[in-house]
């Protein structure tokens, strides 16, 4: 006996045969001897919770060569209570810190059965309130998702700010995937004070020591926001705590006019566009006393057929100890002449005078510390112009005076014009108060001209006792005479 059946659900997609694409429909065979039989039907368990059952109905609707009983059964499918598995939407969320709150988003999937918790928690971080996410969030019966919104603090420092956000503490057996989300907040643009730099000693000597300041690792933003602009040091010395205070816009300096075996506390600080960043501290001392470096920036200030005057500033290193004294060597490149002179250590200029014109000299000075050390030298070339005139030349002096006599000592003028000095002529007048009648003295011989300025002694005779002389002198080179110096002597 054959009888059919037919059945209908009250959910789309759930069929009665076993096979998804079944009819809904079958055949009930009874052999002879038979009198029960079975009609499979496919169950179904999706991930969505269904608040009213599922209601398949399985109805008869023939029969060959019997008549039919019950026709009508109604099976029931009751939502079996899955919870699900709640996890984060995404796995990485970046915001700008000025977005005030931003909202993360968290899934439910296979299965929304009932009222289930989750709590979320964070990594310390200062760019939440709190420096902390923890927070309880509720999924209503049959909810697949929830929203989660987090302050996000903004800050008027540069803060390159991440932090992640954890599931933890499933309820009402709902589970969690174990993914974590990691919440990146970028910074606006702001810069902030500089890390702390490093000071490493450079070359040490006994009256300078070297640094080299390296650029801290955070310098207070991005590559292109934030600017080193360089460095402040300040050096203490251990002992009576004087201060040196340097700010540079380089990475290197020598700190010189240090003394010997003197220890120093060196501390440096970045700077950049905010500000002055943390000090980096060093220990560090100058050594024993050393030679003087070379004077700096040798100059010839004037130049002319017969003098030059010679400028320069003192050595940057002076070895731990004050200069003494500076030595000027003057060599004539056209006869290897060479001459030495000496300058007192606080003297920064020198003029060399009995020049000869058109001819080309190499100066030469270097420094002297208190122990006799001396520096490099620094040299400089350069060519007189030509002869002229020589110029006044100085006053002489008064050796002695007597009753009736004078004594001199003639000096040179301080440019000879760039030729040889022949003679000179010494004028004399008694002072009365009236026109001036001076009498002539010319000394004879050779000019006992030495590189000190010094021309010669002269005396005068036959004078009048208590009274006033005026005494001029004029030079004589090998182009014309000079200008006459003029003294007034009583007697």
């Not at 996410?133 to 989660?148: M, P, Q, Y």
């Amino acid at each position: 006996m054959d009888s059919f059946y037919s059945c209908t659900t009250t959910v789309e997609g759930v069929t009665c045969d076993s096979h998804i694409w079944g009819t809904n429909s079958g055949t009930v065979r009874f052999e002879v001897g038979e009198y029960v039989k079975t009609i499979t039907i496919a169950a179904f368990n999706d991930d969505v919770y269904d608040v009213v059952p599922v209601y398949m109905n399985l109805s008869l609707t023939a029969a060959s060569q019997s008549q039919l009983g019950t026709t009508k059964c109604d099976v029931v499918f009751v939502d079996n209570g899955d919870a699900g598995l709640v996890g984060f939407e995404e796995e990485q969320i970046t915001v700008m810190e000025t977005v005030g709150t931003t909202d993360i988003r968290l899934w439910r999937s296979a299965g929304f059965s009932g009222q289930v918790t989750v709590t979320v928690t964070s990594t310390i971080n200062s760019a939440v309130e709190g420096n902390r996410v923890h927070e309880v969030v509720t999924f209503e019966n049959g909810s697949s998702g929830a929203i989660l919104s987090i302050t996000i603090r903004d800050s008027n420092e540069f803060e390159a700010r991440r932090l992640v956000l954890m599931l933890s503490n499933p309820t009402s057996g709902v589970a969690v995937n174990g993914q974590n989300l990691t919440l990146t907040i970028e910074d606006k643009g702001d810069v902030s004070l500089p890390g702390r730099g490093f000071v490493v000693p450079g070359v040490i000597t006994g009256g300078c020591i070297g640094f080299v300041m390296q650029p801290p690792v955070f310098m207070g933003g991005g590559t292109a926001l934030a600017l080193l602009l360089g460095f402040k040091l300040i050096l203490a010395d251990t002992k009576t705590g004087s201060l040196l205070q340097f700010t540079v816009a380089t990475e290197t300096i020598d700190v010189c006019d240090l003394d010997y075996n003197t220890t120093y506390t060196a501390s440096v600080a970045a700077i950049n566009q905010r500000g002055q960043g943390e000090f980096d501290t060093a220990e560090v001392s100058t050594g024993s006393i050393t030679a003087p470096s070379g004077v700096v920036g040798l100059i010839v200030d004037e130049i002319t057929g017969g003098f030059a005057r010679l400028w320069w500033e003192m050595p940057l290193d002076k070895g731990g100890i004050p200069i003494k004294a500076y030595k000027l060597e003057l060599l004539n490149l056209a006869t290897n002449e060479v001459r030495t002179q000496q300058i007192p250590g606080s003297v920064l200029a020198v003029s060399a005078s009995f020049l000869t014109s058109y001819t080309t000299y190499r100066f030469s000075v270097w420094a002297v510390n208190e122990v006799d050390m001396e520096g490099s030298m620094a040299v400089l070339d350069a060519e007189t112009s030509y002869a002229t005139p020589p110029q006044q030349p100085l006053e002489p002096e008064l050796i002695q005076a007597t009753g009736g006599a004078l004594h001199f000592e003639i000096m040179a003028p301080m440019d000879c014009g760039g030729s040889q000095l022949v003679s000179y002529t010494l004028s004399i007048a008694r002072n009365t108060g009236g026109d001036l009648i001076y009498q002539e003295h010319y000394p004879t011989g050779s000019l006992g001209l030495s590189y000190d300025g010094r021309v010669g002694n002269t005396s005068v005779y036959g004078l009048m006792s208590n009274a006033a002389y005026v005494v001029k002198v004029a030079m004589l080179n090998e182009q014309v005479p000079c200008f006459s110096a003029t003294l007034l002597f009583l007697i």
